[in-house]
């Protein structure tokens, strides 16, 4: 199984090398250049295991963001899996992210 938190972690890793060059208001467009060049959501077999890991709150609400984007279109359930997959990295990036931008002010 693989261990997404490292995943995610290693996604912030090389973020937070990169500092210097974005401001935090940047973090929103940076998660969501990240997930979507991510592996977990290109791949719909990885997305589809991604989100089956997900913790449930963290999927009800990756699951609602899609909802309230999709104004109602039709989509296929790989292209929805993939959908969820990005949205639920999107957030933990966020996330993981904001933490550490917070201790690196603390610090």
Not at 47 to 62: C, E, G, M, Q
Not at 79 to 104: D, F, G, P, Y
Request: proline share 1%; aromatic share 10%.
């Amino acid at each position: 199984m693989t261990n997404y938190y490292e995943h995610i972690n290693s996604i912030c890793d090389e973020i937070m090398q990169n500092a210097e060059h974005w401001a935090e208001d940047d973090l929103l467009d940076i998660a969501i250049s990240y997930a979507n060049d991510s592996q977990l959501v290109i791949y719909y077999s990885q997305a589809h295991d991604f989100v089956r890991w997900l913790p449930s709150d963290i999927r009800y609400h990756a699951e609602d963001q899609v909802a309230d984007c999709s104004c109602g279109e039709y989509t296929d359930y790989n292209t929805l899996a993939s959908h969820i997959a990005c949205v639920a990295l999107e957030n933990m990036i966020i996330e993981e992210m904001t933490n550490r931008l917070e201790k690196q002010k603390v610090a």
